[in-house]
């Protein structure tokens, strides 16, 4: 029996590779963060400073099973790789957040 090797591991596209992103489009992000009040907030004002069309009335909301931490997925009009690369390093570095996915 052949042996198989081992795909390679997942790497983002360098800045020569063609994105698989086709633009403009509908991107999802997911954030996650403890469940504070202004968490929801945050997020959107965030949003809003990369897509000034952003709908906050999109956000869906799901709590942890323990109701501890709060997951926001929010959906941004992506406009470029740039564009993401910027609102992920944003809300990455934001205090109240722990997860950008």
Known sequence: ???TPPSSPVTSP???QPSLIVYPCAFPIKVMGVKV???VHAISHIALQFDPQFDAATIEL???KGGKYLG??????????????????T?????????VL
Do not use: F
């Not at 809300?91 to 997860?99: A, D, E, F, N």
């Open 1 to 3: 029996m052949p042996i």
């Open 14 to 16: 360098s800045p020569e």
């Open 37 to 39: 009040d202004g968490l």
């Open 62 to 64: 799901r709590e942890s």
């Open 72 to 89: 926001v997925t929010i959906t941004v009009n992506a406009t470029s790789r740039e564009q993401l690369d910027e609102i992920y390093r």
């Open 91 to 99: 809300l990455s570095t934001h205090p109240m957040v722990k997860v």
